[in-house]
C-alpha cells in the first residue's frame, strides 16, 4: 500500500494536470452538449410540439416493455445523432417537458392539478403528461381551451388509452372538467358518454386498481346529476343510475365511498330540484330505496355485517330526501336489523334516524304519524343504564325526534313527551354521570324547543288536574318532579337544573300543579349540609320570575310577621331569592304585603331597642332593610305603574327625607322605575306628574347642611336620582325650580356649602328649561367664569358644558344663536381659567367646535395653543379631553377645506408653532404631534410626514429630559403605527437621531431605547441597527436579538407544555349523532397498515356482552326485553376519570399556582400589548393603572419584608424582644435537650419553612437554599440516627 498523497510510478504521464483554482471545473474544454442544452432552455418554445398523443403512447411502451433500440423515435426508423447541429436541435426540443402543457394551460379549470403538485407521485405526473398532451392537441387544431374542447378531447383520450394508470388520469380529469361544461352539451351527449363510462366500469369492476373506477363514477355521478327531468323519463337513464348504484357495496372502500357520494349528490343536488315547478322527490329516490332494503334483507344477519353496514351509511344521507312512501319501508328495515343487537349495526341505525330528524324533512317525506310511529317503535331498543355510549345515541335521537314532531304537529308530540319524560328521569339512575348530564340536557331542549313555544297557547291553567293538552304537561313534570326523591339524590344537581327549564317554560300558566313541588324545594332548602343550595335557589328564582312573587309565596310562605318568638327564621333565604329574580311583577304587591311587613319590623326592631335587647334589634332591622331591597326589583318593568304609583309615593317620599338609612334604596328604585318601568308615554306622564312632590324632597335632601355629614355615596345617589327623574318633568316645572335656585344662590343667607350644592342641582337641571331660561342662566353664569375661587369657576362651566353638550332642541337653539358670544367668552376667560375648571372649558370648546364652519377658523386657531398645553395637566379628564379637542380641531379643519392635504397642512403648521416655544411647551406639541398621527395618519401626504419625522428627531438630540421623553415616545407611536415601506423611508433619519444622543440621555432613557430598539429590531431586522448605529450601540442591539430569540424559544416551549398537560374535555353531546358514536365507516383508509389498525379497531368495538341475571338467578333468553342485556359497554369496568387540579405543571411536576390576577396578565399579556403602549402614548388610555398596579407590587413587597425582618431581638435593655409573635415551632423545643418535644393536648412537632410568594424570587434564591439544605440534612441526621438505634435494639 503506498504512501498517501502519492500517485503510482508512470501514471503522471498519463494525466492532465488542471490548473491551480480549476480543480472543480469538469472538462473544461469540452462543453459542445452542456452550450447546446443551455441555448435550448432559453430558446422560445416553438410552434409545433412533438407531445402528442402518439407520443404518450410510445411513452407509456417505453415505461412497460423497456428501453427501445437506439434508432426509433416519434417518426420511425431514423438514426437518433446524425451531427452535432441534429444534436442541438433535439436538445432545444428536449427541453418541453411533461409540465410544459401544465404551466402555460389557459384554463383555470385545472388549476387544481397545478397547486396540488406532488413531484414524487407517479399518478400525478401522468395526470399532468396527460393534460399537457390534450393541450397541445387543441392549439394544434386551433381550439380557445374551453371545458367543451378539453370534454371532447379527454372523452377521445379515454376511448384511445388502455393503461389503468392513464385510464386514471384522464377519468381524473374529466371529473374535473364535466363539471364546468354547459347542461346542454351534457345532455346532447349522455348516451356516448354514459355507453363509455359503463364500458369502463363493466371491465375495471374486478380490477386490482381502483383508480380509474373511482374517478369514473365520479364522472358518471355529474353526467347524471346535470341531465334535465325529462331524461329521467328513458329506461337508459335509470339503466345507468342502478350501475351506479350497484357500486355502493363495491368491496374496496374508495370505489364504494365515491359511489356512495354520486348516489347521494344525484338525489339531493341535481339542478331539476332547484328551479320552478320542480317535483318533491328525485325520480329515482323510490328504486334507490327499494335496493337498500332489498341488499339488506339479502345480506340478513351474517356475522360481520359488513354489505349492512355500508348500506346503512348510504340510508344515513338518503333518508331526508326519499318520499314517505319509502321512507316507511326503510325505517321499517332499520328497526329490524336492530334485533339482531349487533352493537356496530345498531349505532349505525341510530345514526340514521338522527340524520332523517336532524334534516327536518318536510311532510311529503316523513308525515307526521309516522314519525310518531318511529318514536314508539324506538322505546323497545332502550339501551341499559349502564350502556354508556349506546344510551347517549339513543337520547340524542329521541331528541330530534321530537323536535321534528313538535314542528309538524305539536298536540302529537306533546302526547309523546310524557312516556319520553318519565324514560329520560330513568337515566338518571345511571352510574354514568355523562349520561345523567345528557339527560338533562336533553329534557332542557326539549322543554325549550318543544313546549315553550306553544304553552301560551293554552292559557292559565286553573285545576291541579288539567285535563286535554295541559295533562300531558302534567304528566311530564310529575316525571320530572319524582326526581327530588331520595334515590336521585345523586342526580339532584340536574334535576334541579331541569327543574329551573321547566319553571321558566311553563312557570306562568302552569303554577297551580307546581306548587307542590316549590314546597318540596323549600323542605329541601332547610334540610342541614344540602349539597345543591345554589342550583335551588336559581330553581327557586326562575318560578318566582315567571309565577310572580305573589303566588310563590303562597306556596312557600314567608314565615316572618314579627312576632316569632325565636329567632330561626328558616325561610329568609327566600328574601335573597326574590330581590335577584323579580322583574314585570305588579307594585301593588309590594304595598299590600311588604310595606305593612317592613314597618311591622321597624316597629320589633325600635321596640326591641327601647328594651336594650340590641342584638335582637340589630336582627329586625337587617329584615326591614332586606324587604326595603326587594323595591328595586318590583321597580323594574313593573306592570301596574299607572294604578299603583299614586298609592306608594308618598310613602318613599317620606321614606327619602326622613329615613336616611333608605334613601338610597329608595332613589336607586325611582331611577330604575324611571329608565327601565316606564315604556309608555301614559306611565312617563303618571310620574313626572309627582315631580312636584320628589323633587322638592331630593333637593332638600341635597342641599340640607345635615348632608355635609353623608357619605359621598348618598349624595351622589341623590343627585343622580334628580337627574334621572328631570327627564319626565315638564320644561315649565324645571324652569319654576331654577328661578327658585338662583334666587337661593345670591341669597346672603345660604352658607358656601348650600351655594356649592345648589350649583350642583343648576348644573342638572341646565339641560332640562326653555331657551328663555336659559338665556337668563347664561347672564348669571357668564361672570363665575372669570371668578376666582376654583370651586365657584368649575361650577360654571359644568353649567356651559351641559347646554351646549345636550341635544334636546332648546339647547341646540341656543348654542347656535349664542355662538358669537360664546366664542368671544370662552376666549376672553382663557387667561383666568383655573387649573381644575380645565376639563369642564376643553369640554366646552369640544361641543362648541363640532358646529363650526370655515368662517370660525380664526377662533379655532387661537384655541390650539391651550389646547397643546392641556395635555400635560394634573387631572386626567383634562389630558383626556385636550386629546379629543386636538383630534376635533383637525376634523373641523378637514371640514373647512379646500383639500384634506392642505387642510392638515395648515393644521401641521399650526402646531409646529409649538416647538419653538418654552420646554414644556415643546413636549406637549410632540405629545399632540403623536396623537394627530394616531388620528389622522391617512391624511396626511408623504411630503408632510417626512417633514414631521425630521422635527422629531432634532427634538429627539435637544438637551432637555421632558423633551426628548416625548420625542421617544412620538417615534414608539410612529413604529407600531406605520407600516414597513413608509417607514424605511424614515428609518435612516431615526436611526441618526437616536445614535446623536447623548450619554446622559442615553443613561437615562435606557428602558424606552432598549423597548424602542426592540421595536425597530422586530421590523426592520439588526443589520439596519448595526449599519446606521454608532459602535456603541452593537452590544445592545446583540443583547437586544438574543433577548428576542430567548422570548420566542421561551414562548414555545410554555405553548408545547401547555398542550402536553392539557387535559383532553369531556365529550359533549353535540348536534349530530357522530359526534356521540365513533364513526363506524373506515372505508377511506387504503392504506395497508392503516386497515389492519381499523379493523382491529372495529372488532373492538364490534363486541358485545351480556349482563347476567341479578344474583344467582339465570338469564331468560326468551324474555322480550332480553335484547337490553346485550350491552356495547363492558359492565363494571368503569373507570374514575381523571380528577384535574385546575393547576399548571412546571417542566420539573411543580405545581405553578397563581393568583387570578396574574393568570389574567399572563394571558393577556403579548396579545394586545402593542396597542396598549400606542393607546397609552396617544393619550387615549391613561396609564393610571399602570401606576395603581406598581403601587400594589411595591407595597406587596414591603409586607414581604416586613413579615421577614432581617434583624431579630435579642438580649436586654432596647434589645430585648417586645413583640408577641414569637418564632414558629418554639413551645415544641426542648428545654435540655436538642430536637423537638411532644406535647400532651398539643400537634406532633414539625420541620417546616411557611408557604411565601416571595421565596419564588430567583434573585432570593441563592438567600433561601441553606434553609432548605439544613432542613434536609437535619431529617437526614435523625433518621440515620434513628436507624442506628433500632439496630441496637434486641429482636424478640
Known amino acids: 500500500m503506498g504512501r498517501s498523497g502519492k500517485l503510482r510510478s508512470g501514471s503522471a504521464s498519463k494525466l492532465k494536470r488542471w490548473r491551480k483554482g480549476c480543480s472543480s471545473e469538469s472538462n473544461p474544454e469540452g462543453r459542445r452538449y452542456r452550450l447546446a442544452a443551455r441555448g435550448g432552455l432559453l430558446a422560445p418554445r416553438s410552434e409545433k410540439s412533438d407531445l402528442t398523443v402518439d407520443a404518450l403512447k410510445l411513452h407509456n411502451e417505453l415505461q412497460s416493455s423497456g428501453p427501445l433500440p437506439a434508432f426509433r423515435n416519434v417518426e420511425g426508423a431514423q438514426p437518433c445523432m446524425e451531427d452535432d447541429n441534429n444534436a442541438e436541435r433535439k436538445t432545444h426540443k428536449s427541453s418541453a417537458t411533461f409540465l410544459s402543457g401544465l404551466s402555460d394551460c389557459t384554463n383555470l379549470t385545472f388549476s387544481r392539478v397545478q397547486r396540488l403538485w406532488e413531484s414524487n407521485s407517479a399518478a400525478h405526473k401522468e395526470i399532468c403528461a396527460v393534460l399537457a398532451a390534450v393541450t397541445e392537441v387543441i392549439r394544434a387544431q386551433g381550439g380557445t381551451e374551453s371545458e367543451t374542447e378539453y370534454f371532447g378531447a379527454l372523452m377521445t383520450t379515454l376511448e384511445a388509452v388502455e393503461s389503468p394508470e392513464s385510464m386514471a388520469a384522464v377519468a381524473y380529469l374529466l371529473n374535473l372538467v364535466l363539471k364546468r361544461v354547459p347542461g346542454p352539451v351534457l345532455i346532447k351527449k349522455f348516451s356516448d358518454t354514459s355507453k363509455a363510462f359503463m364500458g369502463i366500469l363493466g371491465s375495471q369492476a374486478f380490477g386490482s386498481s381502483t383508480s380509474a373506477l373511482r374517478w369514473v363514477l365520479s364522472c358518471l355521478a355529474t353526467l347524471l346529476r346535470r341531465q334535465n327531468l325529462v331524461a329521467w323519463n328513458y329506461p337508459v337513464t335509470m339503466q345507468v343510475f342502478h350501475g351506479l348504484l350497484s357500486f355502493t357495496v363495491h368491496v374496496k372502500p374508495k370505489v364504494r365511498k365515491a359511489a356512495q357520494h354520486g348516489v347521494c349528490s344525484i338525489l339531493r343536488g341535481s339542478e331539476f330540484l332547484f328551479g320552478d315547478g320542480s317535483p318533491s322527490h328525485h325520480p329515482a329516490a323510490s328504486s334507490t330505496a327499494k335496493f337498500c332494503v332489498q341488499e339488506i334483507e339479502k345480506a340478513g344477519g351474517a356475522k360481520e355485517a359488513t354489505t349492512t353496514l355500508h348500506l346503512l351509511t348510504l340510508l344515513r344521507d338518503l333518508l331526508p330526501c326519499l318520499p314517505a312512501s319509502s321512507v316507511k319501508p326503510c325505517c321499517e328495515t332499520l328497526l329490524r336489523v336492530m334485533t339482531l343487537s349487533h352493537v356496530l349495526v345498531t349505532a349505525c341505525a341510530m345514526n340514521a334516524f338522527h340524520s332523517l330528524f336532524a334534516a327536518q324533512p318536510p311532510s311529503s317525506s316523513l308525515p307526521a304519524e309516522l314519525n310518531a310511529q318511529i318514536i314508539t317503535a324506538l322505546y323497545d331498543y332502550v339501551p341499559s343504564e349502564g350502556d354508556l355510549q349506546p344510551l347517549l345515541a339513543w337520547l340524542a335521537v329521541m331528541e330530534r325526534a321530537h323536535i321534528n314532531l313538535a314542528r309538524l304537529q305539536w298536540e302529537l308530540c306533546w302526547a309523546h313527551l310524557s312516556r319520553l319524560f318519565s324514560a329520560a328521569m330513568a337515566t338518571f339512575l345511571s352510574p354514568h354521570t355523562q349520561v345523567v348530564s345528557a339527560a338533562a340536557e336533553t329534557l332542557k331542549v326539549l322543554l325549550n324547543e318543544c313546549v315553550a313555544p306553544h304553552v301560551a297557547e293554552l292559557g292559565l291553567v286553573s285545576s291541579a288536574t288539567p285535563s286535554g293538552p295541559a295533562a300531558h304537561v302534567c304528566k311530564m313534570f310529575r316525571a320530572v318532579e319524582e326526581g327530588l326523591m331520595y334515590r336521585f339524590h345523586a342526580a339532584w344537581a340536574s334535576v334541579l337544573q331541569v327543574l329551573k327549564a321547566f319553571f321558566e317554560a311553563c312557570g306562568r300558566q302552569f303554577h297551580p300543579i307546581m306548587r307542590k313541588c316549590l314546597q318540596s324545594l323549600a323542605d329541601l332548602r332547610g334540610s342541614p349540609h344540602f349539597p345543591h343550595t345554589i342550583l335551588l335557589d336559581q330553581a327557586v328564582g326562575a318560578a318566582v320570575a315567571t309565577m310572580g312573587p305573589e303566588v310563590a309565596l303562597q306556596a312557600v310562605p314567608l314565615d316572618i310577621d314579627g312576632t316569632e318568638e325565636t329567632l330561626d327564621f328558616p325561610r329568609s333565604w327566600l328574601l335573597p331569592v326574590l330581590r335577584d329574580h323579580l322583574h314585570d311583577t305588579p307594585l301593588a304587591f309590594f304595598c299590600t304585603y311588604f310595606l305593612p311587613l317592613a314597618t311591622t319590623l321597624k316597629n320589633r326592631a325600635t321596640a326591641l331597642a327601647q328594651a336594650e335587647r340590641h342584638l335582637e334589634a340589630k336582627i329586625y332591622d337587617t329584615l326591614q332593610c332586606q324587604v326595603w331591597n326587594l323595591l328595586p326589583s318590583f321597580c323594574t318593568h313593573p306592570t301596574d305603574i299607572v294604578s299603583s304609583f299614586k298609592g306608594l309615593a308618598r310613602t318613599l317620599g317620606m321614606a327619602i327625607s326622613d329615613r336616611s338609612d333608605l334613601r338610597l334604596i329608595v332613589c336607586q328604585a325611582l331611577r330604575r322605575l324611571i329608565n327601565k318601568g316606564c315604556q309608555t308615554d301614559a306611565e312617563r306622564a303618571e310620574v313626572g306628574r309627582f315631580a312636584k312632590n320628589f323633587l322638592p324632597i331630593l333637593f332638600n335632601a341635597y342641599s340640607q347642611p345635615d348632608a355635609a355629614t353623608e357619605s359621598p355615596v348618598q349624595r351622589r345617589s341623590v343627585l343622580d336620582t334628580i337627574r334621572a327623574y328631570?327627564?319626565?318633568?315638564?320644561?315649565?316645572?324645571?324652569?319654576?325650580?331654577?328661578?327658585?335656585?338662583?334666587?337661593?344662590?345670591?341669597?346672603?343667607?345660604?352658607?358656601?356649602?348650600?351655594?356649592?350644592?345648589?350649583?350642583?342641582?343648576?348644573?342638572?337641571?341646565?339641560?332640562?328649561?326653555?331657551?328663555?331660561?336659559?338665556?337668563?342662566?347664561?347672564?348669571?353664569?357668564?361672570?363665575?367664569?372669570?371668578?376666582?375661587?376654583?370651586?365657584?369657576?368649575?361650577?360654571?362651566?359644568?353649567?356651559?358644558?351641559?347646554?351646549?353638550?345636550?341635544?334636546?332642541?332648546?339647547?341646540?337653539?341656543?348654542?347656535?344663536?349664542?355662538?358669537?358670544?360664546?366664542?368671544?367668552?370662552?376666549?376672553?376667560?382663557?387667561?383666568?381659567?383655573?387649573?381644575?375648571?380645565?376639563?369642564?372649558?376643553?369640554?366646552?370648546?369640544?361641543?362648541?367646535?363640532?358646529?363650526?364652519?370655515?368662517?370660525?377658523?380664526?377662533?379655532?386657531?387661537?384655541?390650539?395653543?391651550?389646547?397643546?398645553?392641556?395635555?400635560?395637566?394634573?387631572?386626567?379628564?383634562?389630558?383626556?379631553?385636550?386629546?379629543?379637542?386636538?383630534?376635533?380641531?383637525?376634523?373641523?379643519?378637514?371640514?373647512?377645506?379646500?383639500?384634506?392635504?392642505?387642510?392638515?397642512?395648515?393644521?401641521?403648521?399650526?402646531?409646529?408653532?409649538?416647538?419653538t416655544g418654552s420646554v414644556t411647551m415643546i413636549s406637549c406639541t410632540v405629545l399632540a404631534l403623536a396623537r394627530l398621527l394616531f388620528e389622522f395618519k391617512e391624511h396626511i401626504s408623504p411630503a408632510a410626514l417626512e417633514q414631521l419625522v425630521q422635527h422629531i428627531c432634532l427634538m429627539v438630540g435637544s438637551r432637555t429630559r421632558d423633551v426628548v421623553k416625548s420625542a421617544l415616545g412620538f417615534l414608539k407611536v410612529a413604529l407600531l403605527l406605520l407600516d414597513v415601506t413608509l417607514l424605511g423611508r424614515h428609518l435612516q433619519n431615526m436611526l441618526e437621531a437616536i445614535g446623536g444622543m447623548s450619554d446622559d440621555m442615553r443613561r437615562h432613557f435606557r428602558m424606552k431605547l432598549r423597548n424602542l430598539l426592540s421595536k425597530l429590531i422586530r421590523k426592520f431586522g439588526l443589520v439596519p441597527g448595526l449599519a446606521l448605529l454608532p459602535e456603541s450601540y452593537s452590544k445592545v442591539l446583540l443583547n437586544i436579538r438574543k433577548a428576542e430569540a430567548r422570548n420566542r424559544k421561551r414562548q414555545a416551549l410554555k405553548r408545547a407544555a401547555d398542550f402536553v398537560e392539557e387535559d383532553k374535555p369531556v365529550r359533549s353531546k353535540g348536534d349530530s349523532v357522530e359526534e356521540v358514536l365513533a364513526d363506524s365507516d373506515s372505508d377511506l383508509e387504503d392504506d395497508s397498515k392503516q386497515r389492519k389498525e381499523t379493523r382491529k379497531a372495529l372488532r373492538q368495538r364490534a363486541q358485545a356482552w351480556l349482563k347476567e341475571g341479578e344474583g344467582d338467578e339465570p338469564l331468560n333468553f326468551l324474555d322480550p326485553h332480553v335484547a337490553h342485556r346485550v350491552l356495547a359497554t363492558k359492565p363494571g369496568t368503569g373507570k374514575a376519570g381523571k380528577v384535574s387540579h385546575d393547576f399548571k405543571l412546571s417542566a420539573d411536576g411543580r405545581l405553578i399556582i397563581c393568583e387570578d390576577e396574574e393568570e389574567e396578565e399572563e394571558e393577556t399579556k403579548g396579545v394586545d400589548e402593542e396597542m396598549a403602549d400606542l393607546m397609552q402614548e396617544v393619550g387615549i388610555r391613561s396609564k393610571k393603572a399602570q401606576k395603581r398596579r406598581f403601587r400594589e407590587e411595591a407595597d406587596d413587597k414591603e409586607q414581604d419584608s416586613d413579615a421577614q425582618p432581617q434583624y431579630k431581638a435579642g438580649g436586654s435593655g432596647i434589645h430585648r424582644p417586645v413583640g408577641k409573635n414569637a418564632a414558629p415551632g418554639v413551645e415544641y423545643k426542648a428545654k435540655k435537650g436538642k430536637g423537638d418535644i411532644k406535647t400532651k393536648g398539643r400537634l406532633d412537632p414539625y420541620a417546616y419553612i411557611p408557604l411565601n410568594r416571595a421565596k419564588l424570587n430567583r434573585r432570593k434564591k441563592t438567600k433561601l437554599q441553606g434553609q432548605y439544605k439544613g432542613l434536609m440534612k437535619g431529617a437526614q441526621r435523625g433518621a440515620q440516627a434513628g436507624k442506628r438505634q433500632r439496630k441496637k435494639q434486641p429482636h424478640i
Open 726 to 915: 328631570l327627564t319626565v318633568t315638564e320644561p315649565q316645572m324645571v324652569c319654576g325650580f331654577l328661578e327658585k335656585a338662583t334666587e337661593k344662590l345670591t341669597s346672603p343667607e345660604s352658607s358656601e356649602f348650600t351655594r356649592l350644592s345648589i350649583k350642583d342641582l343648576i348644573v342638572a337641571m341646565a339641560p332640562y328649561v326653555d331657551e328663555k331660561s336659559l338665556h337668563s342662566l347664561y347672564g348669571i353664569i357668564q361672570p363665575s367664569l372669570q371668578n376666582k375661587d376654583h370651586g365657584i369657576q368649575k361650577k360654571a362651566y359644568r353649567v356651559l358644558e351641559e347646554v351646549c353638550a345636550s341635544d334636546r332642541p332648546a339647547c341646540q337653539n341656543f348654542v347656535r344663536s349664542h355662538l358669537k358670544e360664546l366664542q368671544s367668552t370662552l376666549l376672553g376667560s382663557l387667561p383666568s381659567a383655573a387649573s381644575p375648571a380645565k376639563r369642564p372649558r376643553l369640554k366646552c370648546l369640544l361641543h362648541v367646535v363640532k358646529q363650526l364652519t370655515a368662517e370660525h377658523e380664526d377662533f379655532v386657531t387661537a384655541l390650539v395653543p391651550e389646547v397643546i398645553l392641556c395635555t400635560k395637566e394634573v387631572s386626567v379628564g383634562a389630558r383626556k379631553n385636550a386629546y379629543n379637542l386636538l383630534v376635533e380641531i383637525g376634523h373641523a379643519f378637514l371640514r373647512f377645506g379646500p383639500t384634506e392635504d392642505d387642510a392638515m397642512q395648515r393644521y401641521l403648521l399650526l402646531v409646529y408653532a409649538g416647538l
